[in-house]
């Protein structure tokens, strides 16, 4: 079982950047694949970004494709998702989520076991 702990969310103007962080608890964080969600308000949770538990593998969604990248510091117990040229279509509170599914590429919900309270992303336009 490991915890997260979201932060680095606010409010930012379009074409700004943000980078979040997602601090995981426990010894066992190298264990998991990683994910980044978000959900805007009135709609379903989608799939951001995932990355394998080396971090060397990375997958994304297209909508933010080139324009977030996932990382993880495994000595840190950290997962970050940089996110550059942001729209407003990017308001949403954004979720970090842990899987023990091996692999790199895990687009559904139903892959994590361990997810995190989420933080606010607002981007003006």
């Known amino acids: 079982q490991v915890q997260l702990a979201e932060s680095g969310g606010g409010l930012v103007q379009a074409g700004g950047s943000l980078r979040l962080s997602c601090a995981a608890s426990?010894?066992?964080?190298?264990?998991?694949?990683m994910g980044w969600f978000r959900q805007a308000p009135g709609k379903e949770r989608e799939f951001v970004s995932s990355i394998s538990r080396s971090g060397s593998s990375t997958y994304y969604a297209d909508s933010v494709k080139g324009r977030f990248t996932i990382s993880r510091d495994n000595a840190k117990n950290t997962v970050y998702l940089q996110m550059n040229s942001l729209k407003p279509e990017d308001t949403a509170v954004y979720y970090c989520?842990?899987?023990?599914?091996?692999?790199?590429?895990?687009?559904?919900?139903?892959?994590?076991?361990?997810w995190g309270q989420g933080t606010q992303v607002t981007v003006s336009s």
């Open positions: 989520a842990a899987s023990v599914v091996g692999g790199y590429a895990l687009p559904r919900a139903s892959a994590y076991q361990n």
């Open positions: 426990g010894r066992t964080f190298s264990s998991y694949a």
